[in-house]
Nanobody, 122 residues
Framework: QVQLAESGGGSVQAGGSLTLSCSTS????????LAWFRQAPGKEREGVAG????????YYADSVKGRVTISQDNAKNTVYLQMNTLKPEDSAMYYC???????????????WGQGTQVPVSS
């Protein structure tokens, strides 16, 4: 099993920045990719950004490209999501997820954290 724990969420004003963290533990050797998803009330969960551990390749949703950076600190078993120029439409519960393929599809992720809330006020 793999455990994921998000932190760093909180209220932020539009135009501001926030960095989310996701610490991993357990049998992390069985996962190759880590990703961030978000889900706003009444909407489907959508992929935001991901990182493939085998080659370090990163990938982003079009809606956040240029504003978001995903990174990983292997020594700390932690993946980060730095978000800049936040917009009210970025408000959502943000989830960390892990899987074996480089994908922003929810069905490709086998492990999920509990989420951290990010409300962005205008």
């Amino acid at each position: 099993q793999v455990q994921l724990a998000e932190s760093g969420g909180g209220s932020v004003q539009a135009g501001g920045s926030l960095t989310l963290s996701c610490s991993t533990s357990g049998y992390t050797y069985i996962i190759y990719s880590l990703a961030w998803f978000r889900q706003a009330p009444g909407k489907e969960r959508e992929g935001v950004a991901g990182i493939y551990g085998l080659d370090g390749n990163t990938y982003y949703a079009d809606s956040v490209k240029g504003r978001v950076t995903i990174s990983q600190d292997n020594a700390k078993n932690t993946v980060y999501l730095q978000m800049n120029t936040l917009k009210p439409e970025d408000s959502a519960m943000y989830y960390c997820a892990a899987g074996r393929v480089a994908s922003l599809r929810t069905e490709e992720c086998s492990y999920w954290g509990q989420g951290t809330q990010v409300p962005v006020s205008s």
